[in-house]
């Protein structure tokens, strides 16, 4: 059976007057430590619901859906927050190279390109290893091969390009720290 427009538009109204209290304390509570956020999921969750049903989307149990749709906007905003706060880095107008040197960058721990690696290798060489250093020498300094590298450490190209991996990550992590502590 098919509803027509005005009895959806009745039903919405209904569903969102009956729910809309408790979606907004539900909002203000979940999202005490952003509360410009909390209207926007709000405003957000009334118009998925709008579109549900006017679009016919089957829904057994309403008001419970209406909280899951909530909740999952809820976890979807705090993820897209951390993920924002985790790419913000704090500059200071001491050190104007860093920051020209950052800019345009993505910070996210599994972006940072090898460009930005080689640039910031004055930093993080002094805390790597002996045999890190070595590796990061071949790798980014001389421009190597895995297979290259790997007769040159007596080694299989299967254990260079782990080794390669391990660095690569931890170079990664010594960068974010350096850039956070700017």
């Known amino acids: 059976m098919e509803i027509k427009g005005s009895s959806k538009h009745e039903l919405c109204k209904r569903l969102w007057l009956e729910n809309e209290p408790k979606i907004r304390r539900l909002c203000e509570y979940k999202l ?10 709000i405003a957000e969750t009334a118009l998925i619901l709008w579109t549900a049903i006017f679009e016919d989307t089957p829904i057994k149990y309403p008001n419970s859906w209406i909280y899951a749709v909530a909740g999952n906007l809820i ?27 950052a800019v345009g960058y993505d910070y996210d721990s599994r972006l940072v390109p090898d460009d930005l690696i ?37 080694s299989t190209e299967s254990a260079v390009k782990q080794r390669n991996y391990r660095l690569t990550r931890t170079l990664k992590r010594l960068i974010k720290e350096f850039l956070e502590n700017l």
């Not at 005490?32 to 999921?41: G, L, M, T």
């Not at 905003?77 to 951390?82: A, C, F, G, R, S």
């Not at 985790?86 to 050190?95: H, V």
């Open 32 to 41: 005490s430590s952003h509360p410009d956020e909390a209207e926007d999921i």
């Open 75 to 101: 976890k979807k905003k705090y993820t897209e927050l951390k993920i924002s706060k985790e790419r913000k880095i704090p500059f200071d107008d001491k050190d104007p190279e860093m920051h020209e040197l």
């Open 118 to 154: 080689e640039r910031f290798s004055v930093h993080a060489e002094p805390l790597l290893k002996d045999d890190e250093k070595q590796l990061y020498q071949y790798v980014y300094e001389d421009k190597l091969k895995m297979k290259e590298i790997a007769v040159l450490m007596s």
